[in-house]
């Protein structure tokens, strides 16, 4: 049997969850089928496992759909913040270590300046071609 190939199994499941999986079905669009096969996909993926404490998951089951909306836009916006700030691109990564060359430049004497960023210029730009995670691979 393949993956792709389809079983019929019945399921027991207790009322309230048939009923919030219906609801979940209806304002996706999707067959109760599809909304639950779709549901079961997403918790074999590896990541990002995220939980919340039961009592504020009903909270937030319990508040309106333009609420409970809103709440998904935060969180999803909150999360890229989150993933720029521990993996961030090689552009966001060069800006700060930029700003951080120019304020120690300041602190060395002003005659050596000169040198010394030029130095940095050239080993910066080697680094940063080599690190540029938006360069095409020319081998393609």
């Known amino acids: ?25 209806l304002d996706s669009g999707r067959s109760m ?11 074999f993926r590896s990541w990002p496992r995220v939980s919340i404490e039961s009592a504020l998951y009903e909270r937030v089951r319990r508040a309106p759909a333009f609420q409970r909306a809103e709440i998904e ?5 909150a999360a890229a913040q ?3 700030r ?20 300041k602190k060395a004497p002003a005659e050596k300046q000169d040198a010394i960023s030029a130095q940095f210029k050239e080993v910066f730009d ?13 081998e393609i």
Do not use: C, H
């Open 73 to 77: 836009q935060d969180i999803s916006k």
């Open 33 to 43: 089928n599809n909304e639950i096969v779709d549901r079961l996909e997403q918790s």
């Open 1 to 25: 049997m393949s993956e792709n190939d389809e079983v019929r199994i019945t399921l027991r499941m207790p009322e309230g969850l048939r009923d919030r999986l219906r609801r979940g079905s």
């Open 126 to 138: 080697q680094l940063y071609w080599e690190t540029d995670d938006r360069k095409k691979d020319p």
């Open 82 to 84: 989150v993933i720029e």
């Open 86 to 105: 521990a993996l961030p691109t090689s552009g966001a990564l060069s800006r700060d270590l930029m700003t951080l060359f120019y304020q120690l430049l």
